[in-house]
């Protein structure tokens, strides 16, 4: 949900700007643009659209610092004018924002009592005028910046290029910023650790409410009172992942792909590793899984796999729907959070109510390094590398691995269950074959003149029913619904139509009938089935192969959704990496 970066240091700026962005576009891509420092003064170029080759009209050669910004629109349509970073009036600083500003009307018309006209309909510009009043008053470039924000009501993480002190000024709340040292004692500031993959050898992650000014050298204050703060600077082992698309068409593509090798770094944690966490565990009252989205799933399957396997008393919840199990929640519970960003608001928010309830907080992320890991006491990483489509694919998969690796550790069977997912691995290599997309890429064409789709499953296949929906929806834009295969009757049947495509999810299980049967009561009234599962059936109208995994099903069912919904998209014309209206990182509420 936007990404922003700064640097000061030697080379060429704007391309380690430019190359910055590109590392985090994933975080927004409406418009993206920089403003950077010559001794003639600040040099803003903006551009709309993904920032793709990354190419600038006029970039200035001998620029000595500089801050940069990938959009993903809040406030105000996406227009080059919009896009940041704003420039003051004087053209003396520039100031880029990743957040809303909840009070920006009150704050908007207070300025413009005092004179300033507003050229743009953000929130951002509002931080621009605020920090030019400000600095009329106190003179002192920092010092204004830390005024104006705390004028700001919301989530606001916003960065600032002073011409007059040659500083990068910047403050962190709600969504991340991490300081890379660079060995050359040049300092890049960004919104993750990707852009610094390569280049810093240690990092200070800067907390919410803190400030940092970037000059010759590196200071960091508390936004409240405005008193300097210890610079905690950490080892940064994040070895550059070339963050290319390795020869495929989409990073969707290549990621869906790459889970036969993720899904196995997922489970390379030993039983010692996971055992802190297994003792905390044990002893909870009540453990509850939370995480928005894909990651909800995730945090439902794990908590399916903890109650079935492990026989732990595990409830799942959304993020977003957290409020009314906090009366039940005290320092005798656990909360394991479930992300692949670890920046996510709506999980950051029910991580920080929990804990203010004293309940234990786990965590399980993608990305090194990230608030939700930082803050939590039992921090566990999927390890699946930087995933850039924005839809997620082999975080979710290595997040069920890991659940699933962790639920037979509890029970001593940890060796049994890396043997398991590397078995899943080796039937995923010869999953992923030419016949196999060819097979989903014919039958993209053949659902593309449909509108509305159904699936259904029970028990792990209806978590998958779910994400399998929510994957299709997000790359092709169509309207599929996920259902329990017993909810059917209970309403939903009432949408079946003559020709309506309806899939079933069919384990080799104890389910396996009563899917069955609600395709059966569906092709009864004109509907169409998909059967997605290992052998044909007399049931099905179309059989879609996929993998038996047994107790993994939850890993080898969903694969066949990731590629439908990417051949779908594809044969929408859509972007599968970059789908409309949604960002990776969603740090805003
Ligand atoms: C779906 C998707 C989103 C995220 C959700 C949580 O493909 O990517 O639904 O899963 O926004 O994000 P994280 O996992 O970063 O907390």
Redesign the pocket.
């Known amino acids: 949900m936007c990404g922003i970066i700064g640097f000061k240091g030697t080379g060429l700026v704007t391309a380690e700007l430019v190359e910055g962005l590109q590392r985090m576009e994933y975080r927004g891509y409406d418009s993206w643009g920089v403003a950077v420092m010559t001794k003639k003064g600040i040099f803003v170029e903006k551009k709309v659209g993904a920032i793709g080759d990354g190419k600038l009209e006029q970039p200035p050669v001998d620029a000595l610092l500089g801050i940069a910004h990938t959009r993903w629109a809040t406030h105000g349509g996406v227009t080059k004018t919009n896009a940041h970073p704003h420039l003051s009036k004087d053209k003396r600083f520039a100031v880029a924002q990743n957040g809303i500003v909840e009070n920006y009307l009150e704050l908007k018309s207070s300025l413009q009592k005092q004179g300033y006209q507003f050229k743009t309909s953000t929130d951002t510009e509002v931080i621009v005028h605020l920090i030019d009043a400000k600095l009329k008053q106190v003179k002192i470039f920092a010092e204004a910046v830390r005024l104006a924000f705390l004028e700001l009501i919301g989530r606001n993480t916003i960065i600032t290029l002073d011409q007059q002190t040659e500083q990068i000024v910047a403050i962190r709340n709600g969504s991340p910023l991490v300081i890379g040292h660079l060995p050359d004692g040049g300092v890049l500031l960004a919104s993750d650790t990707l852009p610094l993959a390569g280049k810093a050898r240690t990092v200070t992650y800067l907390d919410d409410q803190q400030l940092v000014v970037i000059n010759d050298k590196v200071s960091v204050f508390a936004v409240k009172t405005g008193k300097p703060l210890k610079l905690h600077q950490q080892k940064f082992d994040f070895i550059e992942q070339k963050i290319d698309k390795a020869g495929f068409d989409h990073f969707m593509l290549k990621e869906i792909v790459e889970q036969q090798y993720t899904i196995k770094e997922a489970v390379s944690y030993s039983d010692q590793e996971l055992l802190p966490l297994i003792k905390a565990l044990k002893k909870a009252r009540t453990i509850y899984t939370v ?5 909800a799933f995730a945090a439902g399957q794990i908590a399916r796999v903890l109650r079935v396997v492990a026989k732990l008393p595990v409830q799942e919840l959304k993020a977003y729907e957290i409020d009314s199990y906090l009366p039940l929640m005290s320092a005798k519970d656990l909360l394991l959070a ?7 608001a709506d ?1 950051l928010d029910a991580v920080g109510k929990a804990q203010k309830r004293g309940v234990t907080i786990a965590s399980i992320v993608n990305m090194i390094g990230s608030t939700l890991s930082r803050g939590s006491q039992y921090a566990y990483l999927s390890r699946s590398g930087p995933e850039i489509c ?3 694919t082999k ?1 979710y998969t290595a997040q069920l691995a890991w659940g699933y690796l962790l639920a037979m550790t509890i029970i001593g069977k940890h060796k049994q269950a890396q043997a398991e997912i590397g078995k899943v691995a080796k039937k995923l290599k010869g999953y992923f074959t030419d016949q196999t997309f060819r097979q989903l890429q014919k039958l993209a064409i053949d659902l593309a003149k449909h509108e509305h789709f159904f699936v259904i499953g029970k028990a792990q296949h209806f978590y998958t029913a779910l994400e399998g929906a ?2 299709i929806k ?1 790359i092709t834009y169509k309207h599929f619904e996920g259902f329990s295969a017993g909810e059917l009757k209970h309403g939903v049947i009432a949408l079946i139509d003559q020709g309506t495509p309806v899939f079933g999810i069919v384990g080799n299980d104890q389910y396996q009938a009563d899917v069955l049967s609600a395709l059966a009561e569906v092709r009864a009234r004109g509907a169409r089935t998909f059967g997605i599962t290992a052998r044909p059936n007399e049931f099905f109208d179309v059989h879609i192969p996929a993998i038996d995994g047994g107790n993994l099903d939850s890993i080898t069912k969903i694969i066949p959704f990731q590629l439908l919904s990417y051949f779908l998209g594809i044969q929408q014309k859509n972007n599968p990496d970059k789908p409309r209206n949604l960002a ?3 740090t805003v509420k």
């Not at 995480?291 to 990651?295: K, Q, V």
């Open positions: 995480g928005a989205g894909t990651a479930v992300s692949q960003s670890g920046e996510t999980t924005v839809a997620s975080a929510l994957k997000e990776k990182s969603v």
